[in-house]
Structures are given as C-alpha cells and as structure tokens.
C-alpha cells in the first residue's frame, strides 16, 4: 500500500512540475498582425527622473525607433535587456518605456545591468501604454520616422528579433 502512495505522490509531483514549467514557456497568444502599417498613437508622458515631456512627435528625428515597454519587476525584461544593449550598440534608436514601475526601482535595475535607452518615458499608471496595444510586457513595438508601425514584438525579444529588427532597419 505504501509503495502505491509513493508512486502516486511521485507521479502527481512530476505532473504539477511539467504543468509549471510548460506555464512559464513564453507564449505569444494574440496576433497584432492588423496594427502592421498603422500609426502609432499620439502621446505625451513624463521623461523619467525629469520635469520634461516626451512627445511622439520628437520620434520623427530618427529614421527608426524601437519602442520598449519594460519594468525593473519583469523577469522576462531582466532576459531581453542583454538584446536591448547590443541593439543599441548597433545605433538603434530605443524609447524605454517603464510600465506602472518605481522611479527608484527603474533606475536600479538600469545602474545594474546597463542602459540602452536613448530616452525614458515613465507610464506610473499604465494608461498609455494600453493606447498602444500593449497587455502585458515586455512588448516592442518598431516605428518608422513616419510614426507608423513596422513590427511589434510581444514578450522579450531574443537573437532572431534582433536580427530581423537590424534587417529592416539596415534595408530601408
């Protein structure tokens, strides 16, 4: 009898493990193939650890802008942050966007693992990022100097995103 409990704890223990880590598998559940080629939303947010205004009007000035949405809780944006810095090492243009995140705790996680930010928003309350379609993160959305979408990448970005995001940008 006892060896009957003990297999089916072992084998109840094994199921909920799988079942977890299949659960922590990111998944990209919804489609934004239909925002490809439609502007992005107008909008304004406080620059962090500023007094200024960010405007999208100020993304004409680049020819592409990657826009990141992130936070210093998100496990996943501590996993894409290392794609982030060898973007920027290429030249590309990233708009961070700290999502419903601590002032502090921002920039704690940018002393520690680097900044490859050209500008940071701040979205305390998570209302503008929603504009953009954004419904969890980290997201990224690619712009043009014509403000309208190019790609969208939902969950962290990894090598083949970065490779296709220098892809396009490198063409045009």
């Known amino acids: 009898m006892r060896k009957i409990i003990l297999s089916l704890t072992i084998v109840l223990i094994s199921l909920i493990i799988l079942i977890l880590f299949l659960g922590l598998k990111t998944k990209k559940i919804y489609d934004t193939k239909d925002i490809i080629g439609?502007?992005?939303s107008k909008l304004e947010l406080k620059i962090l650890n500023e007094n200024n205004n960010f405007n999208t009007a100020d993304l004409r000035k680049n020819n592409f802008t990657l826009i990141n949405f992130w936070a210093s809780w998100c496990a996943?944006?501590?996993k894409e942050h290392k794609?982030?810095?060898s973007l920027k090492k290429k030249n590309i243009k990233i708009l961070g966007i700290n999502f419903k995140d601590k002032t502090s705790n921002a920039n704690e996680f940018l002393k520690k693992l680097g900044n490859p930010?050209?500008?940071i928003?701040?979205?305390q309350e998570?209302?503008?990022?929603?504009?953009?379609g954004v419904y969890g993160i980290p997201e990224t959305i690619l712009v043009n100097k014509d403000l309208i979408i190019v790609k969208k990448y939902i969950g962290p970005l990894d090598k083949n995103d970065v490779n296709k995001i220098l892809e396009i940008v490198n063409k045009k």
């Open 76 to 78: 996943p944006c501590k």
């Open 83 to 85: 794609h982030l810095i």
């Open 126 to 132: 998570g209302k503008t990022s929603v504009s953009f």
């Open 117 to 119: 930010y050209y500008l």
């Open 121 to 123: 928003a701040s979205d």
């Open 38 to 40: 439609k502007p992005i």
